[in-house]
Nanobody, 122 residues
Framework: QVQLVESGGGLVQAGGSLRLSCAASGRTASTYAMAWFRQAPGKEREFVAGITWTGTNTNYADSVKGRFTISRDNAKNTVYLQMNSLKPEDTAVYYC???????????????WGQGTQATVSS
């Protein structure tokens, strides 16, 4: 069992930055692949970025490549999403997710957080 708690959302102007954090708890949380998803109003939830449990491999949605960076600190059981050059279309609720399998975490991960709102004004 893994519990996930996101933080760091807020309101920022276009071109600005936010850093989201996801604290994971559970005996083996640091061995899970992790991902960030987002859901904008009226849209389906979409994959944003993923990272293996070692941090060796990452992948990103095309819409955020070059602007967002996912990272993790296994000593703190925390995953981060650094979001730079934010655009109004990045406005969404951002969810942290976890799964033991790297080939699953970008699709249907088993564990989800409650989400944190990020709003980008134009």
């Amino acid at each position: 069992q893994v519990q996930l708690v996101e933080s760091g959302g807020g309101l920022v102007q276009a071109g600005g930055s936010l850093r989201l954090s996801c604290a994971a708890s559970g005996r083996t949380a640091s061995t899970y692949a992790m991902a960030w998803f987002r859901q904008a109003p009226g849209k389906e939830r979409e994959f944003v970025a993923g990272i293996t449990w070692t941090g060796t491999n990452t992948n990103y949605a095309d819409s955020v490549k070059g602007r967002f960076t996912i990272s993790r600190d296994n000593a703190k059981n925390t995953v981060y999403l650094q979001m730079n050059s934010l655009k109004p279309e990045d406005t969404a609720v951002y969810y942290c997710a976890a799964d033991r399998r790297w080939d699953v975490v970008a699709g249907t991960p088993r564990y989800w957080g409650q989400g944190t709102q990020a709003t980008v004004s134009s």
